[in-house]
Protein backbone atom coordinates (compact mmCIF):
# COMPACT_ATOMS: atom_id res chain seq x y z
CA UNK A 1 0.00 0.00 0.00
CA UNK A 2 1.28 3.23 -0.82
CA UNK A 3 1.91 6.44 1.03
CA UNK A 4 -1.12 8.26 3.95
CA UNK A 5 -2.72 10.68 1.40
CA UNK A 6 -2.06 13.53 3.07
CA UNK A 7 2.02 12.53 3.11
CA UNK A 8 1.03 12.30 -0.92
CA UNK A 9 -0.38 15.77 -1.19
CA UNK A 10 2.19 17.49 1.21
CA UNK A 11 3.97 18.78 -1.84
CA UNK A 12 0.58 20.48 -2.76
CA UNK A 13 0.16 22.11 0.52
CA UNK A 14 3.68 23.28 0.35
CA UNK A 15 2.81 25.04 -3.01
CA UNK A 16 -0.56 26.49 -1.93
CA UNK A 17 1.30 27.61 1.63
CA UNK A 18 3.66 29.74 -0.73
CA UNK A 19 0.76 31.18 -2.37
CA UNK A 20 -0.22 35.49 -1.80
CA UNK A 21 -3.57 34.21 -1.89
CA UNK A 22 -2.90 31.47 1.04
CA UNK A 23 -0.37 33.92 2.82
CA UNK A 24 -3.81 36.48 3.03
CA UNK A 25 -6.25 33.73 4.34
CA UNK A 26 -4.40 31.15 6.16
CA UNK A 27 -3.65 33.71 9.05
CA UNK A 28 -7.77 33.68 9.52
CA UNK A 29 -8.50 30.41 8.53
CA UNK A 30 -5.87 28.21 9.64
CA UNK A 31 -5.42 28.90 13.15
CA UNK A 32 -9.12 29.16 14.31
CA UNK A 33 -9.32 25.36 12.69
CA UNK A 34 -6.33 23.73 14.72
CA UNK A 35 -7.98 26.01 18.08
CA UNK A 36 -11.38 24.31 17.13
CA UNK A 37 -9.70 20.73 16.65
CA UNK A 38 -7.56 21.01 19.23
CA UNK A 39 -10.65 21.95 22.23
CA UNK A 40 -12.91 19.37 20.61
CA UNK A 41 -9.96 16.33 20.78
CA UNK A 42 -8.72 17.79 24.71
CA UNK A 43 -5.30 18.63 23.69
CA UNK A 44 -4.61 15.41 21.91
CA UNK A 45 -4.86 16.53 17.93
CA UNK A 46 -4.98 19.98 15.45
CA UNK A 47 -5.91 20.00 11.99
CA UNK A 48 -1.78 21.18 10.64
CA UNK A 49 -0.78 18.04 12.47
CA UNK A 50 -1.57 15.58 9.57
CA UNK A 51 0.81 18.01 7.69
CA UNK A 52 3.60 18.43 10.12
CA UNK A 53 3.93 18.43 13.59
CA UNK A 54 1.92 21.20 15.36
CA UNK A 55 1.93 22.13 18.92
CA UNK A 56 -0.19 24.65 21.17
CA UNK A 57 1.45 27.38 22.51
CA UNK A 58 0.00 29.39 25.48
CA UNK A 59 1.91 32.16 26.13
CA UNK A 60 0.91 35.19 28.24
CA UNK A 61 -0.06 38.22 26.50
CA UNK A 62 2.52 41.13 26.46
CA UNK A 63 0.00 44.04 27.12
CA UNK A 64 -3.25 42.00 28.04
CA UNK A 65 -1.78 39.50 31.11
CA UNK A 66 -4.07 36.86 29.54
CA UNK A 67 -3.34 33.44 28.22
CA UNK A 68 -2.80 33.50 24.28
CA UNK A 69 -3.23 29.89 22.54
CA UNK A 70 -1.39 29.84 19.27
CA UNK A 71 -1.12 26.42 16.96
CA UNK A 72 2.36 26.44 15.87
CA UNK A 73 4.35 24.13 13.33
CA UNK A 74 6.96 22.80 15.70
CA UNK A 75 10.32 20.59 14.96
CA UNK A 76 10.37 18.37 18.18
CA UNK A 77 13.60 17.91 19.21
CA UNK A 78 15.49 14.54 21.20
CA UNK A 79 16.02 16.31 24.27
CA UNK A 80 12.34 17.25 24.63
CA UNK A 81 12.26 20.70 23.12
CA UNK A 82 10.71 21.96 20.12
CA UNK A 83 11.88 24.63 17.84
CA UNK A 84 9.00 26.82 16.54
CA UNK A 85 9.18 29.58 14.06
CA UNK A 86 7.60 32.58 13.95
CA UNK A 87 6.96 32.92 10.29
CA UNK A 88 3.08 34.45 10.23
CA UNK A 89 2.58 33.11 7.66
CA UNK A 90 4.98 35.80 5.58
CA UNK A 91 3.24 38.86 6.80
CA UNK A 92 6.11 41.67 7.72
CA UNK A 93 5.51 42.29 11.29
CA UNK A 94 6.50 39.33 13.50
CA UNK A 95 3.51 37.14 15.48
CA UNK A 96 2.84 38.68 18.40
CA UNK A 97 3.28 35.07 20.41
CA UNK A 98 6.94 36.05 19.81
CA UNK A 99 6.86 39.40 21.44
CA UNK A 100 4.95 37.40 23.63
CA UNK A 101 7.84 35.45 24.49
CA UNK A 102 10.25 37.88 24.38
CA UNK A 103 8.48 39.30 27.60
CA UNK A 104 8.12 36.42 29.25
CA UNK A 105 9.49 33.17 28.59
CA UNK A 106 6.89 31.30 30.46
CA UNK A 107 4.87 29.24 28.24
CA UNK A 108 2.79 26.14 27.92
CA UNK A 109 3.17 23.47 25.06
CA UNK A 110 0.33 21.27 24.45
CA UNK A 111 1.87 18.64 21.83
CA UNK A 112 -0.72 15.52 21.14
CA UNK A 113 -2.15 15.39 24.54
CA UNK A 114 0.57 16.24 26.73
CA UNK A 115 0.38 19.43 28.54
CA UNK A 116 4.46 20.67 29.45
CA UNK A 117 5.77 23.76 31.15
CA UNK A 118 8.09 25.42 29.07
CA UNK A 119 10.80 27.96 28.77
CA UNK A 120 11.12 29.87 25.42
CA UNK A 121 14.28 31.18 24.10
CA UNK A 122 15.18 33.26 20.98
CA UNK A 123 18.17 31.50 19.07
CA UNK A 124 20.48 33.74 17.07
CA UNK A 125 23.83 33.98 15.34
CA UNK A 126 25.44 30.54 14.88
CA UNK A 127 22.59 28.98 17.02
CA UNK A 128 20.01 29.99 14.92
CA UNK A 129 21.77 29.09 11.70
CA UNK A 130 22.76 25.79 13.06
CA UNK A 131 18.57 24.89 12.60
CA UNK A 132 17.61 26.89 10.17
CA UNK A 133 18.29 24.50 7.20
CA UNK A 134 16.25 21.49 9.78
CA UNK A 135 13.23 23.91 9.98
CA UNK A 136 13.38 24.33 5.66
CA UNK A 137 13.66 20.67 5.41
CA UNK A 138 10.51 19.93 7.24
CA UNK A 139 8.60 22.88 5.54
CA UNK A 140 10.36 24.52 2.82
CA UNK A 141 7.99 27.23 2.57
CA UNK A 142 9.38 28.78 5.60
CA UNK A 143 11.99 30.53 2.82
CA UNK A 144 9.04 32.10 0.94
CA UNK A 145 7.79 33.39 3.81
CA UNK A 146 11.34 34.97 4.72
CA UNK A 147 11.80 36.22 1.12
CA UNK A 148 7.72 37.59 1.23
CA UNK A 149 8.06 39.00 4.56
CA UNK A 150 11.34 41.19 4.03
CA UNK A 151 12.38 40.19 7.95
CA UNK A 152 14.77 37.03 9.91
CA UNK A 153 12.37 34.94 11.05
CA UNK A 154 12.26 34.69 14.91
CA UNK A 155 13.32 31.28 15.67
CA UNK A 156 12.62 29.59 19.29
CA UNK A 157 13.73 26.92 21.40
CA UNK A 158 10.76 25.85 23.55
CA UNK A 159 12.70 23.74 26.58
CA UNK A 160 10.55 21.83 28.73
CA UNK A 161 11.00 23.01 32.47
CA UNK A 162 12.96 21.16 35.13
Not at 62 to 76: D, F, N
Not at 106 to 135: H, K, N
Request: aromatic share 8%; net charge positive.
Amino acid sequence: MGAPLIARLKPFFQWLAATDAFMKAGPVIVPRLDRAVHRLTGGKSVMSDQMLPTLVLTTTGAKSGLPRPTPLACLPEKDGSFLVVGSNFGREHHPAWSGNLLKDPRAEVSFRGRRVPVTGRLLEGGERAEVWPRLVRMWPVYDRYTEKSGRELRVFRLSPES
